[in-house]
């Protein structure tokens, strides 16, 4: 019981590195993300196409192998950046993708009549995205992009197999070393869990009220 | 870097078609499992017997709100401790499943509750009895709505199926890291890894919307 416990806190301190993996990547994922679906969204013809290579791209290959190339072609490119830096970066770029194809969608979705009227009143189109489009499509689009953070944290597990040090692999260093896999991988269960849910459920929530909104 | 060595990959295409054929055996083990299971749980889910739905709600939630790699690294580690022994293909089979079986649950259940009522009442005023109301009514028009979701599901089996290569399952992305650790040189590697997942997952995006589009609703 005693070793539980003190396993228990070690699993926690690693949790922390876990949490400050996550926010990081949540934060620049989202930042990338609205900026690219704006640039969709208002772009030319060619920028377009682009996008929609650079989004095929990154939604057809897993993000285990999206990790390993950025952590092997990086390198050979000239980025001589530390391990973290190469993971966090390269799962927040394939984040802002998804993000990218919510937020899309979620402009997408305003109706026709607020473009119009903004324009009657006469501002500008970046006037008019700030002011009147963008805060309403980020209204609808918040419960997904809920659950897109929700797939972040999750996401910052697969950083293990860089031999990054978070709550994955310390679970299984802890594991295989104390000869008492299932305790602790329910252990690093639970705190996943505990760091997860109460984001899910406000996403549920926030759900539940748009429904019922209209 | 500006040599890109074709050679190299042709004299490694047989060890490459391992690695493809095994997952592809892994997807398509994982979609069938997952979705026969989670329709005879979809059930459970949707029963006004609460202690039902809120058990398979908390099941739910766990799954979807926890790494899938935590899970392989359970079932491979911890089951052989109370003497379930698998090799690694079927211990990773069963944590993707258990994983998969929760979100089908999900869209299942979006596409269930999507129906009117209107359509039951009918049914009933018909004759069919319970079972024949859910065979031969709910069910075909479910699958009709939750057809977008089910193929954008699976096509993340395919690349959660990449994820067993953390406990050396010989499938393409663990023979990618091999080929990569062999040699050394990682642009041609990955490329090819990359090329033949992209493959993969643009054909089932195809099949799918043109199977979406013959069994489109048209009102």
């Known amino acids: ?214 | 870097m500006y040599y890109f060595d074709i050679q190299y990959i042709i004299r490694n295409l047989p060890l490459l078609l391992k690695g493809l054929v095994l997952t592809v055996e892994v997807s398509l083990a994982t979609i069938v499992l997952s979705s026969l299971l989670a329709l005879s749980l979809v059930f459970l889910r949707i029963s006004k017997n609460k202690l039902l739905s809120g058990t398979m709600y908390y099941y739910i939630q766990a799954a979807r709100n926890t790494p899938t790699l935590i899970k392989i690294y359970m079932a491979y580690f911890g089951l052989p401790t109370i003497g379930i022994m698998f090799d690694p293909v079927i211990a990773g089979l069963t944590a993707l499943v258990f994983d998969h079986t929760a979100y089908i649950i999900e869209i299942y259940r979006g596409g269930i509750e999507s129906i009117s009522k209107g359509q039951i009442e009918a049914a009933e005023g018909v004759g069919f009895r319970h079972w024949q109301v859910i065979r031969l009514v709910i069910l075909p028009q479910a699958f009709r709505h939750a057809l977008p979701s089910l193929a954008n599901h699976f096509i993340l089996c395919v690349k959660d199926s990449s994820l067993l290569s953390i406990i050396a399952v010989m499938e393409l992305t663990m023979v990618g890291n091999l080929m990569m650790e062999k040699s050394g040189n990682s642009y041609e590697v990955f490329a090819i890894t990359a090329l033949i997942y992209l493959v993969i997952i643009s054909t089932m995006c195809l099949l799918f919307r043109f199977w979406e589009k013959e069994i489109k609703f048209n009102f």
């Open chain 1, 1 to 214: 019981m005693q070793t539980m416990l003190i396993m228990f806190l070690h699993l926690i301190k690693a949790s922390s590195v876990t949490i400050c993996y996550s926010v990081f990547i949540i934060a620049i994922a989202t930042a990338l993300g609205t900026i690219l679906a704006i640039v969709n969204f208002s772009g030319s013809k060619p920028i377009k196409l682009i996008i929609l290579v650079f989004i095929f791209m990154i939604r057809g290959i897993p993000i285990l192998v999206h990790l390993f190339i950025s952590f092997y072609v990086f390198p050979l490119l000239g980025l001589k950046l530390p391990a973290v830096l190469i993971a966090l970066f390269g799962l927040s770029i394939v984040i802002s993708a998804y993000i990218s194809e919510v937020i899309r969608g979620a402009i997408e979705s305003i109706p026709r009549g607020q473009t119009d009227a903004y324009k009657g009143i006469g501002m500008t189109y970046w006037l008019g995205m700030r002011k009147v489009i963008l805060p309403q499509a980020f209204r609808y689009a918040l419960p997904p992009l809920i659950s897109w953070w929700v797939n972040s944290v999750k996401a910052t597990s697969l950083v293990s197999v860089l031999a990054l040090r978070e709550l994955t692999l310390a679970g299984k260093e802890m594991a295989t070393y104390s000869l008492k896999p299932l305790p602790v991988f329910a252990m690093v269960l639970l705190i996943y869990f505990a760091i997860t849910f109460p984001l899910a459920r406000w996403g549920e929530s926030l759900e539940r009220k748009y429904t019922y909104l209209h």
